[in-house]
C-alpha cells in the first residue's frame, strides 16, 4: 500500500459508545497503539442515490504499516456499516521517540 512505516487511520461511526468499542477493541489487539475519538460531526454524503446528512463520531488510529491489513480486517468485520469509511493515510514523519512506542505498542 505505501512506504511509510506509521499510518493514521479514519474510520466513522454513528454512535459514541460504537467508536469507543472500535478504538479500544483495535488497542486490545494491538492493531493500533492508540485511537482519538473525535465528534459529534457532520457528515454529508450520497447513499444509496440520495444526499444523506448524518451525525457520525470518528475515530483516528494509528499504527505500524505492517498492521494495517489486520487492523482494517478487524475494523471491517467489528463496523455495522454496510461500507464502512476506512481510510489510512501515510505518517510521513514525527518525534523518534512517539514512532518506537507506536511501534512497539502493536507488536504482540
Not at 483495535?26 to 451525525?55: D, F, H, K, M, N
Not at 504499516?65 to 461500507?83: K, N, P, W
Amino acid at each position: 500500500m505505501t512506504d511509510a512505516r506509521w499510518l493514521t487511520v479514519l474510520t466513522t461511526t454513528d454512535t459514541e459508545a460504537k467508536a469507543k468499542a472500535l478504538a479500544s477493541g483495535a488497542v486490545e489487539a494491538r492493531l493500533a497503539a492508540c485511537a482519538q475519538i473525535s465528534g459529534p460531526v457532520t457528515s454529508v454524503y450520497r447513499w444509496q442515490g440520495a444526499i444523506e446528512t448524518a451525525e457520525e463520531w470518528q475515530v483516528l488510529l494509528k499504527t505500524a504499516a505492517d498492521r494495517y491489513d489486520a487492523l482494517e480486517s478487524h475494523l471491517a468485520s467489528a463496523h455495522d456499516y454496510e461500507t464502512p469509511e476506512i481510510i489510512a493515510t501515510p505518517v510521513v514523519g514525527g518525534s523518534a521517540e512517539y514512532l518506537a512506542w507506536l511501534t512497539d505498542e502493536t507488536r504482540a
